[in-house]
């Protein structure tokens, strides 16, 4: 009994409660961006280009969702193990509550170490009846160190499954990261060979725009033409663009020289995506200006004419509406 008594204080004093601590591997750096640096290709020249990158697009895209849908199984995977970490270390704070309080009852009662005691303590019945008892202890003792050692083993296998289970989610994000990174400089890449390949006819020598008149059935210009099919191959546009219309008060649209980007239904505000998507347009157009032909943009009460430099915007006069004051729409009005 004595021996028994000892290994338990023993482990008692020396047992810890164990810790999970996670190291998180280096993110990996990037793909850093590809550079054009080569002369303005031909129509035929860029078309092949453009067809070559379009599909180490499509690759990237293709590699970048399997690291998605790897990443997405190693969270899973990782929340699992979370769980089962959380269910060991409520069955060990359980099992080492127990083993405390038995540990306790031992030392509080020092005299069932003596049969001197027992005895002396109650007659042969009473004696025969304490030794049972101890012995009884003694069995209960052992079980209740061999479950707590049980659920102690149990609980550092489930904490070194989640760590590796979480080392596994970080390299899943990581890679899923590189491939998405990847396939954006790519894609950026691509049409920044499109956007160089941008030029409006009839500009001259010293910046000026020689005048065009409106062809076609839309009743619009060469150039208003280009400025429209390239918004519309850029951007995903979901509501009305309007260029010609009859306006008694003048401008560029009864000139076939201006277009009107809707964001929202007429006379609604825009949502915040539909806001954020004005707001590319216009930056877009604004870094193309000079290669569209671009006379000014009016965008939320701001106007931005194709002189000035970027982001130099002038607020404008409250015209009455919610169209009026273009919060609705992107307006673009050509040379």
């Known amino acids: 009994m ?22 998180h591997p280096a993110q990996a750096r990037p793909a850093g961006n590809l550079g054009i640096g080569a002369p303005k ?33 190693a969270e899973k995977a990782e929340k699992a193990a979370q769980a089962k970490v959380a269910e060991a ?22 005299h069932f170490n003596s049969i001197v005691g027992l005895i002396n303590d109650g007659g042969t019945q009473d004696f ?6 101890l012995r009884q202890l003694s069995d209960t003792q052992l079980a209740t160190l061999e479950r707590f050692m049980s659920v102690r083993d149990t609980l550092a296998q489930a904490r070194d499954a989640a760590s590796a289970r979480t080392t596994e989610l970080l390299e899943a994000a990581a890679e899923a990261k590189e491939k998405r990174r990847a396939a954006e400089d790519l894609i950026n890449e691509l049409k920044r060979k499109l956007d160089s390949y941008l030029l409006a006819p009839g500009r001259r020598k010293n910046g000026t725009w020689v005048p065009e008149l409106p062809t076609g059935s839309d009743n619009i210009t060469p150039r208003t033409r280009l400025m429209l099919n390239a918004v519309k191959n850029r951007f995903d546009l979901s509501f009305v663009v309007g260029c010609y219309r009859v306006d008694p008060g003048g401008g560029e649209h009864p000139q076939g020289r201006a ?8 006379g609604r505000m825009p949502s915040a995506g539909q806001v954020k998507l004005g707001d590319e347009i216009s930056a877009w157009t604004m870094k193309n200006a000079r290669k569209l032909g671009v006379k000014y943009i009016i965008y939320r009460q701001k106007i931005w004419h194709g002189g000035s430099k970027i982001g130099a915007w002038r607020a404008m006069s409250d015209r009455g509406s919610i169209t009026q004051n273009h919060y609705d729409h992107v307006h673009i009005s050509m040379h």
Not at 7 to 22: E, I, M, N, P, Q
Not at 55 to 61: E, F, G, N, R, T
Not at 128 to 133: A, C, K, Q
Request: hydrophobic fraction near 45%; glycine fraction near 4%.
């Open 2 to 23: 004595g021996v028994r008594r000892a290994r338990v204080a023993a482990f008692l004093v020396t047992a810890t409660v164990l810790t999970t601590g996670f190291t």
């Open 41 to 73: 290709p031909s129509e035929k020249e860029l078309l092949a280009q453009v067809k070559k990158l379009e599909k180490q697009v499509d690759a990237l895209i293709a590699t970048y969702t399997e690291r998605r849908v790897a990443h997405q199984r």
């Open 89 to 110: 270390g409520a069955a060990f704070e359980a099992a080492r509550k127990e083993l405390g309080s038995l540990i306790t009852a031992i030392y509080q009662y020092p």
């Open 128 to 133: 025969l009846s304490r030794t049972s008892l």
């Open 259 to 266: 277009c009107d980007f809707m964001l929202s239904s007429a």
